[in-house]
């Protein structure tokens, strides 16, 4: 039987890229300056402020599967 699952990925951030992040405690123009496989490095182009934060955006979509998966 399917249902409607909303399927969360990390989000495949790339260095240089300019983002913005809305409705949480990060907020804000971003430009993604590092990467590793855990954590996301941030600097905000006002300020010059960088952030080491774990990695925390997500992809969200909604898809009509089977759920729970097997």
């Not at 960088?50 to 759920?67: G, P």
Request: with cysteine; charged share 35%.
């Amino acid at each position: 039987m399917n249902h409607d699952v909303t399927v969360f990925t990390p989000y495949p951030f790339k260095l240089g890229q300019k983002i913005r992040i809305e409705g949480s405690r990060r907020s804000g123009d971003w430009e993604v300056i590092d990467l590793s496989e855990t954590k996301v490095t941030l600097r905000c182009p006002i300020s010059k402020k960088e952030v080491n934060w774990d990695r925390f955006c997500y992809f969200v979509e909604e898809k009509n599967m089977k759920w729970p998966s097997d």
